[in-house]
């Protein structure tokens, strides 16, 4: 498995990537209207439009995209998400560090982000802490996340 930027022509893949593991992993800790309000405003303009916002890597393994993750230009992480066939081997872990080398050559000392439910435990094990529960706006549907903060050493 490879981690490498993102390009323009990985974006169909990432938006599909992001869509699959909505609807198989994250529709477990999140109901049928909100997975169906978050999936509607996934696209590939999305990320196309973002991408010089923001720093983005991709996971290939045999050229298929099995992973991405995001940070913006600001230090806030956005997004890490792993294909649903490739969870629990390392990618993710694999990306978050990624992520987390750039924004301290950036100079930023902390990283902070909106865990998911699902994803909460995983970023525990990475140094994460919660610091407080909060709702994520999703069209007209809100998403209960996580506030979670980590220093960079
Ligand atoms: C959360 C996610 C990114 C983790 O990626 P992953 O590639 O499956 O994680 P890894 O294989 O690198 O796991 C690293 C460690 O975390 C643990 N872990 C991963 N997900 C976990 C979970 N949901 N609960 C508890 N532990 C978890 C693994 O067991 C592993 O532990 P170990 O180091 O003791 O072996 C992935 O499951 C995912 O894409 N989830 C759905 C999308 C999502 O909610 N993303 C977060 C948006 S904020």
Known sequence: MKIRLAKDEDYVA???LFRQTIRNVNSKDY???QIRAWLSR???NRFR???DKCKRWVAVEDDKVVGFCDHGLNGEFWGLYIHKDYIGKGVGSRLIKTAEDSLKK?????CSLKATITAKEFYKKQGYKVVKKGLHNVNDKKLEIFVMTKILS
Do not use: H, M
């Not at 950036?106 to 902390?110: N, P, Q, S, V």
């Open 14 to 16: 990432i938006a599909r």
């Open 31 to 33: 109901t049928e209207e």
């Open 42 to 44: 996934i696209n590939t």
């Open 49 to 51: 439009n973002s991408a």
């Open 106 to 110: 950036l100079g930023f000392k902390e």
